[in-house]
């Protein structure tokens, strides 16, 4: 494997984050080293999760770590949700929208089935944060984020802190 790379995240509103992820074929090296740069970017971004998505790589795969140490990386491939149950309510905040925090209404209790990085099948099941940013990062993946669960009035307001952000980026380059 070659050396772990940070990539770059894409910022709401990139059109880039719409697309939605194709199902990966073969975990093999190449998705391995996705995984692997998904992984070093999550954690210098101090995130808990990353999907390829956001780093304008339009492949069904997902990174997550919720431990303290931060040494207890999960991978999901191809993860789709085979059963879900109650309902929780999140503050969230995303890589893809710096500085913007939401209360998010989202299942508490989900059943999913993935491939892991050496392409075994697993299945898991969770509830709490890891239940939250499984399917936070899985709407990624559909080309969702969680701005949309936002009332219209709220999405503006968003919208305007990110455009006001960006255009302080670009008065510092």
Request: glycine share 4%; aromatic share 2%.
């Amino acid at each position: 494997m070659k050396a772990m790379a940070i990539r770059e995240i894409l910022e709401y509103p990139d059109p880039r984050l719409r697309k939605p992820a194709r199902k990966v074929e073969v975990v093999d090296e190449p998705i391995r080293q996705l995984v692997a740069d998904m992984l070093e970017t999550m954690y210098a971004e101090k995130g808990i999760g990353l999907a390829a998505t956001q780093i304008n790589e339009q492949l069904d795969v997902l990174v997550m770590d919720l431990s303290e140490e931060r040494n207890e990386p999960i991978c999901l491939i191809n993860a789709e949700i085979l059963e879900e149950s109650g309902h929780q309510e999140h503050e969230e905040g995303c890589l893809s929208v710096p500085g913007i925090y939401a209360k998010v209404r989202r299942a508490e209790h989900i059943r999913v089935r993935a491939l892991n990085e050496q392409g075994e099948t697993v299945e898991m099941e969770a509830d709490g944060l890891l239940a939250i940013c499984i399917q936070h990062e899985m709407d990624h993946l559909r080309g969702k984020v969680f701005v949309d669960y936002l009332s219209p009035l709220k999405q503006k307001m968003v919208l305007k802190k990110m455009e006001k952000r960006h255009k302080a980026v670009v008065a510092e380059a």
